[in-house]
Each structure stands twice: as C-alpha cells, then as structure tokens.
C-alpha cells in the first residue's frame, strides 16, 4: 500500500527528525506506528544517523503491530524487524540475527538492560505506550533509565500521557529529558507543583495541583511533546456510548448493601469473604456486581446471572454482528463461556485470532483489556463493543474503545456498558469521565 501521510503526519514526522529525544502525546487511531517506523527507516537508511533501533511494545502490539506495519506499506517493506519475544533461547537468538528494528515486550525489559549492561548496543529506543512506564519505582522503568544516557535518540508514543492525574508525566519526561524540565526526582516534581491531598499518615493517596501549576507544567514540556486528538484531524464515525442498566432484585440488593456496610459475607457452601481494606472492598464490589467473587483460595463463586442476561440480550440485538465483549475477571470468562455454550466465543491467543477476527470469522470475541487494549488493529471485524465489567483505569478504557473506534472503521462504534444500578459499577462510570476531563486539558494544552 502506498503510504500518503496527512498533514499532521508530515508535522508529527519532521518533529521526531529535527529532535532527537520527543514524545508523541497522539491519541488512537492516528498512525503513530507508520510515521515512527517512517523516520526509523530514513534515519537508518538515508540521514545514517542511526544503526540499531529498539522498539519497547505491549506484548500483543509486539508480537504482530510492528511487523503488520512494516510489511503493509510500501515504503517500509524492505525494513527487517527481529521479534525478542518468548524463551530465553528465542530471545537470545533473536538479538543476535541481523535486523534494522529489535522488537521487544515490556516485560522483558529489566532482562534486556543485565543482558548487554553497559554494552548496550541500541542508539535508538522507541517506547509504544510510553504511560506503561509511568510508574518511577517499577523495575522496567528503572532498567530503562539506567540506559538512557547510552541512546542517542528516544521517541514516546502515547495516546495517553496522564490517565489519573499530571503525577503520571514525570517518569515519561524524564526519560526524554533526564529531569531537565520537571525535575530529577519525583519528590521534587511534586513538591514543586502539586499539595498532598487525602492519605493515610505519611502515606499520600492524592496529589492536588498548585494553583497555575497546571499551565506551567504544559509549558515546561511544550518543547519536547506534541498532543493530537484523532476527532480534530481524520474523520472517523461516530462513536456512540450506550448504558445498559441493571436493577437487582431488592433480596440482592440487600445483600451487596450488608457486604459493603459489614465487609463479611456468607456463601452458600459455609465459605466467609472478608475484605480487610477499603481498596479489596472496592475490587469485591465489582466483582459482586458482575456476578461471582473470589474468596481467599481464588475460588469463584456465582452470586447471580444478572449481567450474563444482559449480555444476552445485547449479543442478540446484534443480530449476528461480530461483538467484542470486554470483562475485568477470569471468572467473567468462565461464566460467559458457560451461559453460552452453543456459542463460539474467542480470546486473542495470537496473529491468527486478530487475522480471523478482522475476516468476520468470529461473532464473539472475549477480551481483557490489560491484555488487548493497546495497538491492535481490530476495526475491520466489527462494530460493537459490550463492557461486561469496568475498572477504573482510564487508560485501560480509552485503548480498549480504540480498538474498534480508530481510523480505518467505516461504521459507527456502537460501546455497550453493562452498568448494576446503585453499585459500584456507577462510581467508576462518573470516575472514568472525571479523568476524562482532565486528560482532554493536557491534550489540548
């Protein structure tokens, strides 16, 4: 396919040439991917500013976005990508084969960075999901620092910078900058701009933005980071989101109310669920609201049908289009497949579950959206998606919308919520749209 980029691919693309440490704050569907593998490929090939390039990815955008990518436009066919992915034999003998692009999970990381140490040979790094490394004190972002003086250039690529507050953007600065502009250490970053908010003794669970700290912090990083929303540049179809309420019947209702008031709950069988602190009351609550709950073994129990009746009847007001059904636990899978037995309901395995499902093959596919909410391409097979249950992890929600509503779809995005009235599930809605709002003012910014 013969690669024509939009004008503010042209503008992204001459901005990672002429800098060469830059974050892409580019939300979804945008073409992130072929405008970096575009100036990868002509810093190796034409400027020769460059000799190896590491691309830190999700697994699943790992394992087929890149290589779909690179082999789906014509002007980057000839590139040849080395995928570092599973044992640590296949890993190993992926390094060592003659590539342009080294691709690489996340997780894999840290192991990365002891195996060459200070032989690091990449002078080139490009992080796909740059918030992935949000967190200061996670092992992958600290093996990640620990090379950053060794590569020469460094690209960003998130559609979602700061999913809960402007806290998040000091990690992902920082490794474009070394701390230049917000600070070498998070303790200062948030001394300087933000006031503690509620905690619990030294323990601070908030953070509060200083008064005009908000526009001074968009100023400081104005230099190194370009923001885009994929609705002001392509033309996408609409995306329209739909609730589906939920009533219990008052005897369960009653129930859910007596655990979050006493945090104990009987089970049928003489197993007892006790929650012990207010964050695994809220994850109980959840899973009390989809319809089963671990106890302490990790045992599900069904507690009702309710959602699964629900899902029912949206699976059949479908009428046969292919879904994506989207749920927070293992046992929301387990329980879906039961419900439905006559059904073929798929998870994403591999390359063939993403090709079969943008075929049409498949009328239902179940999905984590830890696991497939960044960078798969699924907007070819379908136009609905069905949320058996929520998190409050905006960024999780938003990259799990995308998958469908990005450019490329031609129908309207129809994102179904599946939401048990007067419970924890109308929380995280309102949460979810209150970071929303937050995130769309750095965006704009």
């Given at each position: 396919?013969?690669?024509?980029?939009?004008?503010y691919?042209v503008?992204?693309?001459?901005?990672?040439?002429?800098?060469?440490?830059?974050?892409?704050?580019l939300?979804?569907?945008?073409?992130?991917?072929?405008?970096?593998?575009t100036?990868?490929?002509?810093?190796?090939?034409?400027?020769?500013?460059?000799?190896?390039v590491?691309?830190?990815?999700?697994?699943?955008?790992?394992?087929?976005?890149?290589?779909?990518?690179?082999?789906?436009?014509?002007?980057l066919?000839?590139?040849?990508?080395?995928l570092?992915?599973?044992?640590?034999?296949?890993?190993?003998?992926?390094?060592?084969?003659?590539?342009?692009?080294?691709?690489?999970?996340?997780?894999?990381?840290?192991?990365?960075?002891?195996?060459?140490?200070?032989?690091?040979?990449?002078?080139?790094?490009?992080?796909?999901e740059?918030?992935?490394?949000?967190?200061?004190?996670?092992?992958?972002?600290?093996?990640?620092?620990?090379?950053?003086?060794?590569?020469?250039?460094f690209?960003?690529?998130?559609?979602?910078?700061?999913?809960?507050?402007l806290?998040?953007?000091?990690?992902?600065?920082?490794?474009?900058?070394?701390?230049?502009?917000?600070g070498?250490?998070?303790?200062?970053?948030?001394?300087?701009?933000?006031?503690?908010?509620?905690?619990?003794?030294?323990?601070?669970?908030?953070?509060?933005?200083?008064?005009?700290?908000?526009?001074?912090?968009?100023?400081?990083?104005?230099?190194?980071?370009?923001?885009?929303?994929?609705?002001?540049?392509i033309?996408v179809?609409?995306?329209?989101?739909?609730?589906?309420?939920?009533?219990?019947?008052k005897?369960l209702?009653k129930?859910?109310?007596?655990?979050?008031?006493?945090?104990i709950?009987?089970?049928?069988?003489n197993?007892?669920?006790?929650?012990?602190?207010a964050?695994?009351?809220?994850?109980?609550?959840?899973?009390?609201a989809n319809?089963a709950?671990?106890?302490?073994e990790?045992?599900?129990h069904?507690i009702?049908?309710?959602?699964?009746?629900?899902?029912?009847?949206?699976?059949?007001?479908?009428?046969?289009?292919?879904?994506?059904?989207?749920y927070?636990y293992?046992?929301?899978?387990?329980?879906?497949?039961?419900?439905f037995?006559?059904?073929?309901?798929?998870?994403?395995?591999?390359?063939?579950?993403?090709q079969d499902?943008?075929?049409?093959?498949?009328?239902?596919?179940c999905?984590?959206?830890?696991?497939?909410g960044h960078?798969?391409?699924?907007?070819?097979?379908?136009?609905?998606i069905i949320?058996?249950?929520?998190?409050?992890?905006?960024?999780?929600?938003?990259q799990?919308?995308?998958?469908?509503?990005?450019?490329?779809?031609?129908?309207?995005?129809l994102?179904?919520?599946?939401?048990?009235?007067?419970?924890m599930?109308?929380?995280?809605?309102?949460?979810?749209?209150?970071?929303?709002?937050?995130?769309?003012?750095?965006?704009?910014a």
């Amino acid at each position: 396919m013969k690669y024509v980029p939009h004008d503010y691919q042209v503008e992204a693309y001459n901005r990672l040439i002429q800098n060469k440490r830059y974050n892409l704050f580019l939300t979804m569907g945008l073409g992130k991917t072929v405008v970096t593998l575009t100036v990868i490929d002509d810093l190796l090939h034409d400027f020769f500013e460059v000799q190896k390039v590491l691309v830190i990815a999700p697994l699943r955008v790992a394992e087929d976005t890149w290589s779909t990518e690179s082999a789906k436009w014509d002007h980057l066919k000839h590139l040849k990508l080395s995928l570092v992915l599973g044992s640590l034999g296949q890993r190993r003998k992926a390094l060592m084969s003659n590539a342009d692009v080294y691709i690489i999970n996340r997780e894999n990381v840290e192991w990365l960075v002891n195996h060459y140490q200070t032989l690091w040979p990449f002078d080139m790094v490009v992080v796909d999901e740059l918030s992935s490394f949000k967190n200061p004190a996670s092992h992958r972002f600290k093996a990640l620092r620990k090379v950053m003086p060794l590569t020469d250039r460094f690209i960003g690529l998130t559609g979602t910078p700061a999913p809960n507050s402007l806290i998040d953007l000091w990690s992902q600065i920082y490794l474009v900058d070394k701390g230049e502009r917000l600070g070498k250490t998070l303790k200062s970053y948030r001394e300087t701009y933000f006031t503690p908010g509620w905690g619990n003794g030294h323990i601070v669970y908030k953070w509060n933005l200083k008064e005009g700290a908000e526009k001074q912090i968009h100023a400081k990083i104005a230099d190194i980071c370009m923001s885009m929303k994929a609705e002001d540049w392509i033309n996408v179809p609409e995306r329209m989101d739909l609730i589906k309420l939920i009533t219990f019947p008052k005897p369960l209702l009653k129930r859910y109310r007596t655990f979050e008031r006493d945090t104990i709950m009987e089970l049928a069988n003489n197993e007892t669920i006790v929650a012990t602190t207010a964050a695994v009351v809220t994850n109980k609550l959840l899973q009390f609201a989809n319809g089963a709950i671990y106890d302490g073994e990790r045992k599900a129990h069904s507690i009702h049908d309710q959602k699964l009746e629900a899902l029912a009847e949206l699976i059949e007001s479908a009428n046969g289009e292919p879904v994506i059904v989207f749920y927070s636990y293992q046992h929301d899978l387990a329980r879906i497949k039961a419900y439905f037995p006559e059904m073929d309901i798929r998870t994403i395995e591999g390359p063939k579950d993403i090709q079969d499902w943008n075929d049409r093959k498949i009328p239902v596919m179940c999905l984590h959206p830890a696991s497939a909410g960044h960078g798969l391409n699924l907007q070819s097979g379908g136009n609905i998606i069905i949320w058996f249950g929520l998190n409050y992890s905006l960024e999780l929600y938003q990259q799990a919308n995308a998958r469908l509503h990005r450019q490329g779809q031609t129908e309207k995005v129809l994102v179904h919520h599946i939401v048990a009235k007067e419970t924890m599930d109308e929380m995280v809605m309102e949460a979810l749209a209150k970071k929303d709002m937050n995130q769309s003012k750095l965006l704009e910014a």
